[in-house]
């Protein structure tokens, strides 16, 4: 046990030091960078289409509406895996490697809701119908959609329809106009989220959501006025809901100089590009923001030995955080985690010899594995007197072993720990 006492020492020692060392984790672009192998992160997204109660006014539940809104997911997804190179880098000093492919893939289920006041978004008083997080007309269906025992979390798109202009244009025929006549004429977003240390300003896990107005309203239009193929309104609202979704994943506006930009405020422009910087906050947000990282699919994995994330120096995570490779700490790596990990669903934690792990209070899991509370006969074993956790007794020398140390409450769930010796 001589050996056993000597790598707890260093291992104290290590901490101490690890206590005046910022956290570097947010300084780490490259950490979120996907290359060209890994899988794309499959995020949920609802079509809810609002209706009247006798079923009309919006998308019907028929091959036709349904290919259209397929093709227009597929367009959002092109989007997204199919960037071109603009050279337009908005973040002077930051000029990463161009990626074509973003890496995020978002999966589509049609929702048909009959709702007389949800359907006709004139009853939406907000400014420019933006869905801020409270107060917003479809604020008790978005918690029935949100709060559902059925349906997998995803983001929310709402496909509403200008009621007065639907009377006007559809039932009686006295208009043609719809473009002076729309009330909403942009989709809308409601927030951008932010990593924010140590507190959620809307809670921790919130519904993540859109209002994307009049899409069938325009499409009929373009079908019976301007008789134009539906492909033109596909790539429309396909490259919108692009915009929105970048919204969601945390990337603001980028200036209108730069014109082929997703993010761009002003319509036009073949908005085909992003910026590898911006990537790269998409996927810190998926994996750093709860509300965001529980619409993505609990299968998700980056897939690819280049996406793990591997430790050799010293590092503290203070915040929740959903990972989607494995974790690797080398000899001499320290790694304290005092925020919830969550990992794949056959995911890791590789603690090589001479590494160290401590977890402070909190509970390291797969997406897969129970809540912490189902750990039972885990709790059991790590609340024996000893320090270190059992799951280390790879043999009975300890000189081979990396060191987990669980403190306070931490708890680790036993499958994700794999201690490897050199
Ligand atoms: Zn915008």
Avoid at 10 to 23: E, F, K, Q, Y
Avoid at 149 to 162: G, Q, S
């Amino acid at each position: 046990m001589e050996a056993f006492k000597i790598l707890r020492k260093v291992c104290i020692i290590a901490r101490i030091l690890v206590l005046l060392i910022p956290d570097p984790l947010f300084a780490q672009s490259a950490r979120y960078l996907p290359n060209a192998d890994y899988n794309p992160l499959k995020v949920n997204v609802n079509l809810v289409i609002l209706q009247r109660p006798d079923g009309s006014g919006n998308f019907q539940d028929n091959a036709a509406d349904r290919t259209f809104l397929r093709n227009m997911i597929d367009v959002t997804n092109g989007v997204y895996a199919e960037l071109t190179n603009r050279n337009e880098a908005y973040y002077p000093g930051q000029n990463l490697p161009f990626l074509s492919n973003a890496k995020v893939e978002f999966v589509p289920k049609i929702l048909f809701v009959k709702d007389e006041k949800g359907w006709n978004n004139r009853n939406d008083h907000n400014f420019a119908g933006v869905p801020y997080l409270s107060g917003w007309y479809l604020d008790s269906l978005d918690r029935q959609i949100y709060g559902s025992d059925t349906l997998p979390k995803a983001i929310n798109l709402y496909f509403t329809t200008d009621g007065q202009l639907y009377e006007e244009m559809v039932v009686k025929g006295t208009t043609t106009d719809y473009d002076h006549r729309v009330f909403f004429k942009q989709h809308a977003a409601s927030e951008i989220p932010v990593v924010q240390p140590g507190s959620y300003l809307n809670g921790k896990y919130h519904s993540m959501r859109c209002h994307v107005a009049n899409v069938w309203l325009k499409l009929w239009w373009k079908r019976n006025i301007l008789h134009e193929p539906d492909w033109t309104m596909e790539y429309e609202v396909g490259e919108s809901i692009a915009h929105e979704l970048g919204h969601l994943m945390g990337l603001g506006h980028t200036p209108d100089a730069q014109k082929h930009a997703l993010m761009r405020t002003k319509f036009g422009g073949l908005r085909d590009y992003l910026t590898t910087q911006e990537i790269a906050t998409m996927h810190q947000l998926l994996g750093g923001y709860p509300s965001l990282w529980q619409c993505v699919q609990e299968s998700a994995t980056y897939g690819s030995p280049g996406a793990d994330w591997v430790i050799t120096g010293t590092e503290i995570w203070t915040e929740d955080r959903r990972i989607y490779a494995n974790v690797i700490l080398k000899a001499g790596a320290s790694l304290t985690i005092t925020g919830n990990i969550l990992l794949p669903p056959k995911g890791f934690i590789q603690i090589e010899q001479g590494a160290c792990l401590w977890i402070e209070e909190r509970t390291v899991r797969r997406m897969n594995t129970p809540e912490p509370d189902a750990f039972e006969g885990f709790e059991k074993l790590v609340r024996k007197p000893q320090f270190l956790s059992p799951y280390l007794w790879v043999g009975d020398n300890w000189e081979y072993a990396g060191i987990l140390h669980l403190k306070g409450n931490g708890k680790i769930d036993e499958a994700v720990i794999r201690v490897v010796r050199n």
